[in-house]
């Protein structure tokens, strides 16, 4: 069964730090690329940031960039988002997303059933 | 604010057809793809590309394209249908992927 199961959400202070995971399994990891969206209490749904397969590029949504670094281990099958300077405004549920894609058209189609962050 | 533009909200009654659109300039470029989330869950994706839905999901969901705007048409709604629908594309740059602020769809 193809699966994603996100961890490391909780509690954190303003300016602190947290480590989420994703596992990932039933399909061949390295071949797709992978992603992290999340999505604020009681709001929509905002793309946080996508990795390669060979981690060749790395992308990063405005309000996170310079704070928030994906990595991922193909080796274990696990996608990581690092969060660093944490604000209240980072607050969400946090989703890992695979991503299909063609010339024209990408998508989103297997999620993990998320994560909470919460940052006060 | 959002690239993608979405109404953010519809009522349909029971077995009638509705419509959801998107609209942004990189939908000129690149196809939308649609999610479907219920309270609690996380999102499904229901249309991808031109027109394709993954495995499982009803052919009552359906996606067109025309110039700027992309739509979703429900036909023949069921009260399982009752959902916040979200669309995503790549931004004016092609790098990053964006999400429209998501259209709630009622059944009546």
């Known amino acids: 069964e193809v699966q994603l199961v996100e961890s490391g959400g909780g509690l954190v202070k303003p300016g602190g730090s947290l480590r989420l995971s994703c596992a990932a399994s039933?399909?061949?990891?390295?071949?797709?690329?992978m992603n992290w969206v999340r999505q604020p209490p009681g709001k929509g749904l905002e793309w946080v940031s996508s990795?390669?397969?060979?981690?060749?590029?790395?992308y990063y949504a405005d309000s996170v960039q310079g704070r928030f670094t994906i990595s991922r281990d193909n080796a274990k099958h696990l996608l990581s988002l690092q969060m660093n300077n944490l604000r209240a405004e980072d607050t969400a549920v946090y989703y890992c997303?695979?991503?299909?894609?063609?010339?024209?058209?990408?998508?989103?189609?297997?999620w993990g059933p998320g994560t909470p962050v919460t940052v006060s | 604010s959002s690239e993608l533009t979405q109404d953010p909200g519809v009522s349909v009654a029971l077995g009638q057809t509705v419509r959801i659109t998107c609209q942004g300039d990189s939908l000129r470029s690149y196809y939308a793809s649609w999610y479907q989330q219920k309270p609690g869950q996380a999102p499904v994706l229901v249309i991808y590309g031109k027109n394709m839905r993954p495995s499982g999901i009803p052919d009552r969901f359906s996606g067109s394209s025309s110039g700027n705007t992309a739509s979703l048409t429900i036909t023949g709604a069921q009260a399982e249908d009752e959902a916040d629908y979200f669309c995503?594309?790549?931004?004016?740059?092609?790098?990053?992927?964006?999400f429209g602020a998501g259209t709630r769809v009622t059944v009546l």
């Open positions: 997303a695979r991503d299909l894609y063609s010339s024209s058209w990408d998508a989103f189609d297997i």
């Open positions: 995503n594309s790549r931004d004016r740059g092609g790098n990053h992927r964006v």
């Open positions: 990795i390669g397969g060979g981690s060749t590029y790395i």
């Open positions: 039933g399909f061949s990891f390295t071949s797709y690329v």
